[in-house]
């Protein structure tokens, strides 16, 4: 499975910004997509996950109420809209397919990785 994201750029606070994370290859068995976020000289940490064949989208405390998780399974693209962004939201965001057997927080769910893509929110 290759994972390829974008839409980052620079954003003044309160702004908002759209990812996108295009799946190829065989993405048959990976059937959870994610959303992580690593801020420099922090470790990587969940944002937002869902399972392709449904249920429910999960979000971290941090992000609820202003991202959204969405995906269109014809284009195996998912996306993420993130509204009222903050300076705090400034990160790598990187996108992850996976099987999601230890729990979509997890990111030891998820064995294929986008390269990133870089999200600065200016205050």
């Known amino acids: 499975v290759q994972l390829q994201a974008s839409g980052g750029g620079l954003v003044q606070a309160g702004g908002s910004l759209r990812l996108s994370c295009v799946a190829s290859g065989r993405t048959f068995g990976s059937s959870a997509m994610g959303w992580f976020r690593q801020a420099p000289g922090k470790e990587r940490e969940f944002v937002a996950a869902n399972l392709w064949n449904g249920g429910s989208t999960y979000y971290a405390d941090s992000v609820k109420g202003r991202f959204t998780f969405s995906r269109d399974n014809k284009k195996n693209t998912v996306y993420l809209e993130m509204n009222r962004l903050k300076p705090e939201d400034t990160a790598v965001y990187y996108c992850?397919?996976?099987?999601?057997?230890?729990?979509?927080?997890?990111?030891?769910?998820?064995?294929?990785w986008g390269q990133g893509t870089l999200v600065t929110v200016s205050s």
């Open positions: 992850a397919a996976g099987t999601g057997r230890y729990g979509l927080p997890n990111p030891d769910s998820y064995s294929y």
